[in-house]
């Protein structure tokens, strides 16, 4: 299945996703990339001025939802359904890192790591799954490589949320298959607002010294990430899930 220009019909044509994590970084792109492709997109993020702005460009509707706030996710789902009609597909882009040794990180860092990247995804999609099992639904997870082999000190939290989301997307496929695909998508580093500490001292002409090792030899872009988001959502990869897609430049293959 591919997009059909002349005919304007894309990849994700009368699909209704929400895409969390929207406002910046691989969200957004995801989000630009979706509704080009034919979807109806919600927005989720805690930021709601750049939320706005992501609305603005892309044609997403946005909701204000703090990823740890259960109750939130309830509520921005249920609006969600009712403002797009029902509910086809989820991806679950919302993270935060934290680079903390684990003689700094406190109970609250960690409880709060925790909350976003993994308790956040799982209340998302315990909520959506009710809309999601009625026409082949479909969810995304995007992990981390960190999640698959942590190579950094101050990561222990981070990794370990990530590598939770894997399982749990594994878990969660068994579960609802299958009426509905979940899948989990493992980037490298990725040139996002969330890792400009990495490029602070190196500039877009220098790959970071943590993407030095990578096979690519740079990090990559929001887009190549949003387009592996693509794949696992779209008919493409109908016979896919339970599996996590790599999209690291080469960072873990050997």
């Not at 999601?132 to 639904?137: E, I, K, N, Q, Y």
């Amino acid at each position: 299945m591919t997009s059909d220009k002349a005919t304007g019909r894309g990849r994700l044509e009368g699909r209704r996703i929400i895409v969390t994590g929207a406002a910046s970084g691989i969200g957004l792109a995801t989000a630009r990339l979706f509704v080009n492709e034919g979807a109806a997109v919600a927005l989720f993020d805690v930021d709601t001025n750049r939320l706005e702005q992501a609305a603005g460009t892309t044609g997403g509707l946005p909701f204000t939802v703090d990823m740890a706030d259960s109750a939130a996710i309830a509520r921005g789902t249920a609006a969600a359904a009712e403002a797009l009609g029902g509910l086809d597909g989820v991806v679950n882009c919302a993270g935060i890192a934290l680079l903390k040794t684990i003689g700094e990180i406190s109970d609250s860092d960690w409880q709060w790591v925790l909350a976003v990247n993994l308790s956040g995804p799982f209340a998302l999609c315990r909520e959506a799954l009710p809309w999601l099992r009625r026409d082949g639904g479909t969810i995304v997870n995007v992990a981390s490589g960190a999640g698959l082999l942590p190579n950094g000190p101050g990561s222990t939290a981070y990794s370990a949320s990530k590598a939770g989301l894997i399982g749990f997307t594994k878990a969660l496929a068994a579960e609802v298959a299958p009426e509905v695909r979940v899948n989990a998508l493992c980037p490298g580093l990725t040139q996002t607002p969330m890792t400009a500490f990495a490029f602070e001292e190196h500039g877009d002409a220098k790959p970071p010294l943590s993407a030095a090792s990578y096979a690519m030899k740079r990090a990559a872009q929001p887009e190549e990430i949003a387009a592996g988001c693509l794949y696992l959502t779209s008919g493409e990869s109908s016979f896919v899930t339970g599996s996590t897609l790599v999209v690291d430049g080469g960072r873990i293959f050997h």
